[in-house]
C-alpha cells in the first residue's frame, strides 16, 4: 500500500483499515498472478517478476487518469514480462494514459501508440510504433540519427 496508505482501500479517515488493505492485496495477488507463499509475506523476499507485477498491481488499481511507467520490466524474466506487458495494453485499453519510459526497444514499440524520442533535453523524433524498426529507434535515441526522414520531429 506504500504510497497509497492514507485512500480508500487502506484506509479509513486516518486509519489504516487492516482488513480491507488484506483484501486488496489478495486481489491483486490474485489479479495480477503475483506467486507469493502469502499476503503477509515481506515483498522484498518476493522474485523480482513477482515484486514487479505486485507493483504495477498496486497502481494499476489505484484508479489513476494517468500512469508513468519507468522501465516497468527491467530485470525481470520473460514471463513476468508478458504478464506486465499485458496489464498494461490492458490498461491503456480502459483508458489509462500510460507514458512509458524505457531502454528496451522491443518493450517500447510493441506498447506504445506512439513513440517520442528525446536526446539531451530535445525532442529528436515522433516515430510511428508501426512502421519503425528497432534500428531506426536505437539510431535516434543514440544520436546516431538526427534526421527525421519524413517522419514528424
Known amino acids: 500500500m506504500l504510497g497509497h496508505q492514507s485512500n480508500a482501500p487502506y484506509a479509513r479517515g486516518p486509519w489504516i483499515d487492516q482488513r480491507a488493505s488484506q483484501r486488496q492485496t489478495e486481489r491483486i495477488v490474485e489479479d495480477y498472478d503475483v506467486r507469493t507463499p502469502g499476503i503477509d509475506v515481506a515483498a522484498y523476499s518476493l522474485s523480482g517478476g513477482n515484486q514487479q507485477k505486485l507493483i504495477v498491481g498496486r497502481e494499476l488499481s489505484a484508479e489513476a487518469r494517468i500512469l508513468l511507467?519507468?522501465?516497468?520490466?527491467r530485470g525481470i524474466d520473460i514471463g513476468a514480462q508478458a504478464a506486465v506487458w499485458e496489464q498494461l495494453r490492458r490498461a491503456r485499453s480502459n483508458g489509462l494514459a500510460?507514458?512509458?519510459v524505457s531502454a528496451d526497444l522491443e518493450e517500447l514499440i510493441g506498447l506504445s501508440d506512439r513513440l517520442l524520442v528525446m536526446l539531451r533535453g530535445r525532442l529528436v523524433a515522433d516515430l510511428d510504433p508501426q512502421t519503425v524498426s528497432p534500428e531506426v529507434l536505437g539510431s535516434y535515441m543514440t544520436g546516431a540519427r538526427t534526421d527525421t526522414d519524413g517522419e514528424a520531429a
Open 69 to 73: 511507467a519507468n522501465h516497468p520490466t
Open 98 to 100: 500510460v507514458m512509458l
